[in-house]
């Protein structure tokens, strides 16, 4: 499933309706009854249409005249609707205006939000709606009036992807009375108070039950905090056309199995050839571990087999070798050098390289640990290893510090980093929090940039490929949040490097399938607290 940013839904918006001439105000009426479709759905469930009562928050913009279809629907199902303007009803923009005089013709009951500086400076403008035999709403009486009017839920039309910055004034004050309400609430296209490009939220920002994505998935609710403040999110189509106008580019992809076959071209059933042997299936060289943490390159070296690469061979310091023989039969283990004391060393590149000439994929990094020389061991293999490259943990630690980006000749053979947020700043120079706040610009600046595939892990991992090109992860568990669980995604990716696929493939379907494998082995434990990284190599 595409996503788009809130500019390319405006020029998309702006295509169907000048070049195609579909007319804005169709394209409302379709959006304003999806919304009233999932405002249904979601207050049906223990409740009949006749003892519903929902509020309905309206912003000036179209994200406004979107909520006005919506309650006009809902009103002619037999559900209560109370609309609750944000501004005063003339100053509704555009469409807005003319969807609030049809709900105006119908006599839909209508109060006005006023905040109370606005109240005292306006008294005709209260008057005038007192005249309209519709209320006049201040601060005072708003948490009442959410808390205490009897609502079913609340829907949140206040702000789209119009909205620029943290919401202002009456916008703030309804957002936060929504939420404290405890109703729930469903929010049309996105929550009021999101950054609809990023996923980054603003205080205040809607805590939605449901969201009703328009028209396309939009980039902030793929991406935390926004995901969790969107809730359930239901794309619903609107009349523009699913295929995006000629040129544009997607923000970004969701993987699913669908998308992994139709964007990325990956065989998901993962076909064996029926006259296939081990060589067929590529072989991964690792270059982990270190004394005391051997258990990294086990885990990686593991997952890399049980991803279904035709063979593995794990380098290692010698002096860790004796305590690891044996730990998984099915690996070949190769000393690369040591300082004595199971440490890496520099010249233990050169071994490295030595034995990439005979295999396919190196992975290099996980529990690697520091040591003298690091930055000459991982510039050689930086500059010399002439195949795929993996390189995650320790050795993100090494390339950061060494600052290997700049100085560094550029790789011709694919690269994949796969830093947490946490080494993904060590790599910007920036804070851990900024990465969080931007992860699909951020990601996708630097795959460009350094033309390396990114995988920017974390709860929906972003994999961004050195063209520009971004996919979102839609797979995992919270439960996956344990020590080890980026060594088996690292085994994992350079595992599908070895079977042949490319950089972003490898690193796309890696992510998904550490995800998927994840979700059983949590569903497996009686509690996924106890999860542990061996459990995603079982049911990979
Ligand atoms: N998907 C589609 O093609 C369609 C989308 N529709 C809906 O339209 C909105 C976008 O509408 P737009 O008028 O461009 O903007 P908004 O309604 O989101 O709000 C803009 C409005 O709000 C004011 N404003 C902006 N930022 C702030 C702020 N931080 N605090 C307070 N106020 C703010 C500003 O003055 C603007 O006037 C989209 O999301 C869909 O819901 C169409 O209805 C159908 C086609
Ligand atoms: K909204």
Redesign the pocket.
Known sequence: MKFLS?EQ??D??QF?ITKLGIP?MA??E???RAIAEEVLRLGGVDRSKLAQHWLVLV????????GL?CSRHLADEGVSVTLLY?VPRDKL????LAQHRIVEALDLPLLEYVDDVNLEQSDVQRDAAAADKSGVVGREDLARLLTCGGYTGIVD????????????????DLIRAANRSGLPIVA???PSGLD?DNGAI?DPCIEARVTVS???MKAGLTQYPGAKAAGEVVVRY?G?PRALPPGMQAAGVLLTEESLGDELGIDVARRREADGHKGTYGHVLLAAGSMPMSGAGLLAAKAALRAGCGLATWALPAAVLPHVLGAVPELMLAPAGDSGAGAWTEAAADEVLRLLAARDVLAVGPGMGRFPGEDGFMRALWEGADRPLVVDADALGILARADGLARWQRRDAATILTPHPGEMARLTGVSTGEVQRDRLGIARRFALQHGVTLVLKGARTVVAAPDGRVFVNTTGHPGMATGGSGDVLTGIIASLLAQGLDDVQAAAFGVYLHGQAGERAASLRHNPAALIAGDIIDAL
């Open positions: 809130s839904m405006r998309v918006d169907t804005a394209l409302m379709n959006a304003g912003g000036k913009g179209n994200n406004g005249g979107d279809v944000a923009s555009g469409d807005a039309a206040l702000l789209g992807t119009g909205a620029k910055g943290t919401p202002r004034g009456v916008y703030a049309a296209d996105i609809a603003h328009l028209a396309f609107i523009i």
